[in-house]
């Protein structure tokens, strides 16, 4: 099974798990979430000592894992992780992540179900091989850097929702090259919507 069909299969196990053990029905309190959908990726290369500057799009797969709490009915507080997954080549079998991890929050307009929302988080970007192959795992992995993302949804059923958005990040690395060393930073968009599961 490719990597992308066992990511969508446990998106879907987890999803329909989170929804039928959904605690006690009350945002307010412990909260689980799990989702999966499509983005739209753009990472623009740019490299410190020279200008061979380029720009790269994706249509990759994305997950979009929560965990924290609610203050109350309409505000919720949580770690959230966004993460794409795609290969940067069609003729090559490694996939890569782009991604966020942020400290997030969300606001329902309304206390009950049926209730559009908008959520932001501010955090951490990451991109990297997603790789068994700690040389190339190695390589490949860049430092993280600053990264946000602002969106907004909506509840159309008690525990699931749908989300879209978009997430900002930069990530960097320095590469040592023949005759100096310079910084290559890719700065990550993506564009995003998520079918979620909430448990709560």
Known sequence: MSTKKTILVLCVVLL?????????????????GFGGG???????????????????GQLPFITNFKIGGGLNEQILIYWSSKVNWFSRDEDDNETWISGIGALSGTYYFK?????????????????????????????????????????GGYEFKKHLNIEAGICRGSTSKENSGY??????????????????????
Not at 38 to 52: H, I, P, R
Not at 186 to 198: G, M, P, Q
């Open 16 to 32: 329909l798990t989170s929804t039928l053990f959904a605690f006690d029905g009350n945002r307010q309190g412990f909260i689980l």
């Open 38 to 56: 499509v983005a739209s990726l753009t990472s623009n290369k740019e490299y410190s000592e020279s200008d061979f500057n380029s720009t790269e």
């Open 111 to 151: 206390p009950d179900i049926k209730s559009y929302f908008l959520s932001g988080g501010i955090g951490y970007a990451t991109y990297q091989m997603f790789t068994s192959d700690s040389e190339d795992l190695e390589e490949n992995t860049y430092d993280m850097g600053l990264a946000l993302f602002f969106g």
């Open 179 to 200: 005759w100096t060393d310079e910084k290559i930073t890719y700065k990550n968009t993506t564009f995003f919507i998520t079918i979620n599961a909430l448990a709560y």
